[in-house]
């Protein structure tokens, strides 16, 4: 596991959370980051992600409300999340490749931190 994901907690629906992930071992300016989630009784669904030129894209769901950015000097990513829904609760994880599409092929997850939005 090289990824370690903070920030996570509850809130009331309309709140906002912002998540942090490291690496001790991707850096943000040579990888493309990711942030992930999986829901009770869910499947692990991406959420957004940044490529290393800073392009961003993002699941339908949260367009408009998350806000996926980095900070190449401290390697961390960010996930800030506003107006915030139940439906967002979940376990959100994140994750590195040297392709945005690989992304999606890793096996290698963190602990993730956990998320709860209460109505």
């Known amino acids: 596991v090289q990824m370690s994901e903070s920030g996570g907690g509850s809130v009331q629906a309309g709140g906002s959370l912002t998540l942090s992930c490291s690496s001790s071992l991707y850096t943000a300016s040579n990888y493309c980051m990711g942030w992930f989630r999986q829901g009770p009784g869910k499947v692990r669904e991406g959420v957004a992600h940044?490529?290393?030129?800073?392009?961003?894209i993002y699941e339908d769901s949260v367009k408009g409300r998350f806000t996926i950015s980095k900070d190449n000097a401290k390697n961390t990513v960010y996930l800030r999340m506003d107006s915030l829904k139940p439906e967002d609760t979940a376990i959100y994880y994140c994750?590195?490749?040297?392709?945005?599409?690989?992304?999606?092929?890793?096996?290698?997850w963190g602990q993730g931190t956990q998320v709860t939005v209460s109505s």
């Open positions: 994750a590195a490749a040297s392709a945005c599409w690989r992304l999606y092929e890793n096996d290698d």
């Open positions: 940044i490529d290393t030129d800073g392009t961003t």
